[in-house]
């Protein structure tokens, strides 16, 4: 490569890397922001002008966490949850794509079609639905009072 050419190559890499630390940076600024947060004083983090960092650090905030709601619970109930619905996920699923790989059957285009229109449908559109059957049925359902 002539020494242009290599000058034009090293300077768009350059500029790619700064775009993406940029972007990396916007990213994970929220995160750093809300783990950093976790920490201060109920003053600092309600205090003028906002700061990232804290002149005091402290654990009061998980300490009255953990005394006021059962987070052991929830954490509990959250990985059995998750971790069952996972392993009847990936079994179900599993099954499901070895049948359209490799069976053929009548009806298999329109069943597979009917799979991946369930499968688009955003999360979103199922709320209200959702919430209004949990409060048809009787769920509890926390208030801020």
């Keep these: 490569m002539n020494e242009k050419k290599r000058r034009r190559v090293t300077l768009l890499s350059v500029v790619k890397i700064v775009f993406t630390v940029f972007l990396i940076v916007i990213v994970l600024f929220p995160l750093i922001w809300m783990a950093v947060g976790s920490f201060k004083l109920e003053k600092e983090i309600l205090g003028y002008p906002p700061t990232v960092f804290g ?80 409060n048809l049925l009787g769920f509890w359902i926390p208030t801020a009072d």
Aim: proline share 4%; no cysteine; net charge positive.
């Design 55 to 134: 002149t005091k650090y402290t654990l009061k905030s998980f300490q009255r966490i953990f005394k006021t709601i059962p987070m052991a619970s929830y954490i509990k109930n959250t990985v059995i949850f998750a971790g069952g619905s996972t392993i009847l996920a990936v079994l179900f699923d599993s099954l499901t794509g070895y049948a359209f790989a490799r069976l053929d059957f009548k009806g298999k285009d329109l069943l597979f079609m009917l799979v991946l229109l369930t499968m688009m449908v955003p999360f979103q559109v199922m709320m209200i639905p959702l919430f209004l059957e949990s």
